[in-house]
């Protein structure tokens, strides 16, 4: 194939469509869908020379072929491209910063996310949002300041870190609905990093107190709940977190250097500066050597959330998750048949699998546009729920990520039989292919033992 078929430089013609359900591609392609594939195109002496650039389908196999790349090549990175409306779809993209930069410049369209890798050392990073439809009146110039100061000023007290204003790269995506603001911190010339995004998300507990004591104003979600500046679901596990002069797929708000950023001062900045400094993973990572300390260690993150730490803190066996599609095609089909009757257009986000050590496999499904909650008996309104199946029991149950409901656990529904032995088989064969990964995040997130009773599903819908 020509590469004057692509729909745009750079990129292979095959690359920018979606990838689709593996499962309905033929034996022949899927093999090759679900492992690498390569720029196809020829790539210039000057391409070659900044480092490979490969893409993948899956991002275990991404961040696997970065931590070889990494060797030959220091800033070799992962970041992944959203490439699927419907589905939540992404591939993943390997190469170094230099070579990343170079592409990425010469793409028509943008919507590409840095992927923050567990355990990587990272700088102090924030998504700021709220409705501005919801807070009429507020006055943002003032909300924005309360923000950096109390950053400013609980750094220095909980690091000894002093910190300026210009010390924050802001990257502003607003329009009149939404404020939306990408903040980067380069905390002191010394650029100190944190370990890693849990770390963060240990310091954004203290942060989001104390911002809540005694706000200027404050600041409400679409449930009435009150809310801080920040997003908290940011600081997980290979987190995405979008790019400078990149949109969501089939938006066009794009990142933008802020207009009332005052990192760079009165100095004229540079798109290429810009992207470097906005990276939460800085470039020469080795070179960085002021860590700030973690605030909890690992057992009192785990039993401050788990309500049967002792249990559960057995170490995990086996764990693998994706975005979008999920090989378990009976399970998932079954479950988003559900959904649909609270929405229609709901789709799977995310899934992941988890088993401990008592051979227990547990399958977690994260639909989209379906925020229904039997805690509050009707959808949230910004707030999203997860499904957990236990796959020994054949059952399956919904928790919620609005704080509110963090301890909640709906009651057990049944899954079919036929559907569980369908999901068993796949997740066999599936198993021997697979990888450990963190257990510890698979602990944060357990579910908590209760509720023993059975409710069918038809019992819901009849309501
Ligand atoms: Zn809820």
Redesign the pocket.
């Known amino acids: 194939m020509q590469d004057d078929d692509a729909p745009y430089p750079g990129f292979s013609a095959k690359c920018p469509k979606p990838i689709g359900r593996l499962e309905n591609e033929p034996p022949e392609k899927r093999a090759r869908l679900d492992g690498q594939f390569v720029v196809s195109r020829r790539e210039s002496l000057y391409e070659i020379s900044l480092g490979p650039l490969e893409f993948f389908t899956r991002q275990r196999f991404a961040i696997a072929r970065r931590s070889e790349l990494v060797k030959s090549y220091p800033n070799a990175r992962v970041f992944s491209q959203e490439i699927s409306e419907e589905n939540g779809g992404r591939h993943y993209i390997v190469t170094t910063l230099e070579r990343f930069w170079y592409w990425y410049t010469n793409q028509a369209i943008r919507n590409i996310y840095e992927v923050i890798e567990l355990d990587k050392p990272c700088r102090l990073y924030f998504d700021l949002e709220y409705s501005k439809e919801i807070n009429g009146n507020i006055d943002h110039q003032r909300l924005y300041e309360y923000f950096i100061e109390t950053n400013i000023s609980l750094l220095k007290e909980l690091f000894d870190v002093e910190v300026q204003k210009s010390d924050f790269l802001a990257l502003d995506s607003s329009n009149d609905a939404k404020f939306s603001c990408h903040l980067i911190g380069h905390l002191t010339k010394k650029d100190y990093l944190f370990a890693n995004n849990v770390a963060i998300g240990s310091y954004t507990k203290q942060l989001k107190q104390r911002l809540l004591d005694n706000p200027p104003q404050r600041i409400f979600n679409a449930d009435g709940q009150e809310i801080v500046l920040f997003d908290e679901g940011v600081y997980t596990k290979n987190r995405n977190f979008r790019l400078f002069l990149s949109t969501k797929l089939g938006k066009d708000r794009f990142l933008k250097h802020a207009m009332y950023c005052t990192f760079y001062g009165s100095a004229e900045s540079k798109s290429k500066q810009i992207f470097f400094d906005a990276l939460c993973v800085p470039a020469n990572l080795s070179s960085h050597e002021n860590i700030l300390p973690d605030l909890e260690s690992p057992l009192s993150r785990v039993s401050e959330t788990a309500s049967s730490a002792a249990q559960q803190l057995q170490p995990l066996e086996y764990v693998r998750e994706g975005n979008g599609l999920s090989p378990f095609i009976e399970l998932e089909e079954f479950l988003l048949q559900m959904f649909r009757r609270w929405k229609p257009d709901v789709y799977m986000r995310q899934w992941k699998v988890t088993i401990d050590k008592n051979k227990k496999p547990i399958i977690t499904f994260y639909p989209a546009n379906c925020r229904y ?1 039997f ?2 008996g009707r959808q ?1 309104k910004s ?1 999203s ?1 997860f499904w957990a199946v236990n796959v020994s029991k054949g059952d399956v149950v919904q928790r ?1 990520f ?1 704080p509110d ?1 963090r301890s ?1 656990t709906s009651n057990y529904f049944p899954i079919p039989k036929s559907i569980m032995e369908a999901t068993r088989k796949r997740l066999n064969a599936d198993k021997e292919a697979e990888e450990n990964e963190d257990p510890l995040e698979i602990l944060l997130e357990s579910k908590s033992d209760k509720q023993p009773c059975l409710t069918q599903w038809n019992g819901i819908f009849d309501e």
């Open positions: 909650c805690k509050i949230h707030n729920q919620c609005d409901c909640f």
